[in-house]
């Protein structure tokens, strides 16, 4: 599978601001990526797939204004929480898909914090 | 919209009991994998299925794909308290470029 690193591993914002989040795949150039959601003790949900050198398509009930992803290169994308609120507070994950079937790696994932 | 039901979604067991999770749905899915999460981590993947009826053992966990490729399960053998963390099955969208639909999660705890 890919290798993929994600940056910052954790960040602690004011409400209002916004936080970018990157996704890289080290080793394999990626057209798709995907970026998911996990609050504390539950399980991780899609948020939107993001698509090299085109638009992200966003999962139902997912703000595209509030969270946007830019995928500019085959080995990275990146997540922008705009206007961050509390309620946005989560774990953020990325994962790519490798070159075999059914190969997914997922990165270390990104702890938001909003205060 | 496809779901997958994954329970129990809490398991607490003393070390060496066995236990089964469960993942259900009624959407087929192209294949069905198994992560296993750590606090702070990214899932790490443990299996994938992709054959009905397939079954796949590593070391003490045995994973199973149902015939109609609907439903999954893991079971662990005699449990030990280093198997303690989070459990996600997670489907595989057809023909969506490696799309998953997590279930909720079986929080497992061992212990000694």
């Known amino acids: 599978g890919a290798v993929v690193s994600q940056h910052p591993s954790w960040v602690i914002c004011k409400s209002g601001t916004s936080v970018k989040i990157e996704c890289r795949s080290l080793?394999?150039?990626?057209?798709?990526m995907f970026w998911y959601r996990q609050f504390p003790k539950q399980s991780l949900m899609l948020m939107a797939t993001s698509n090299e050198g085109s638009k992200a398509t966003y999962e139902q009930g997912v703000e595209k204004d509030k969270f946007l992803i830019n995928h500019a290169s085959l080995t990275l994308s990146t997540l922008t929480v705009t206007s961050a609120h509390p309620e946005d507070s989560s774990f953020y994950i990325c994962?790519?898909?490798?070159?075999?079937?059914?190969?997914?790696?997922f990165g270390a994932g990104s702890r938001l914090t909003v205060l | 919209t496809q779901l997958l039901e994954q329970s129990p979604q809490f398991l607490s067991i003393q070390e060496g009991e066995n236990l089964t999770v469960y993942c259900n749905s009624s959407s087929v899915f192209s294949s069905l994998q198994w992560y296993r999460q750590e606090p702070g981590e990214g899932p790490v993947l443990l299996v994938t299925v992709v054959t009905g009826g397939e079954v796949k053992k590593l070391k003490r966990l045995t994973f199973q794909f149902g015939d109609a490729r609907k439903d999954s399960s893991l079971h662990i053998t005699a449990a030990q308290p280093g198997d303690t963390g989070l459990y996600l099955c997670a489907g595989e969208v057809d023909n969506q470029g490696g799309k998953l639909i997590f279930g909720q999660g079986t929080e497992l705890s061992v212990k000694p």
């Open positions: 994962s790519v898909p490798g070159t075999g079937a059914n190969v997914l790696t």
């Open positions: 080793d394999f150039q990626a057209t798709t």
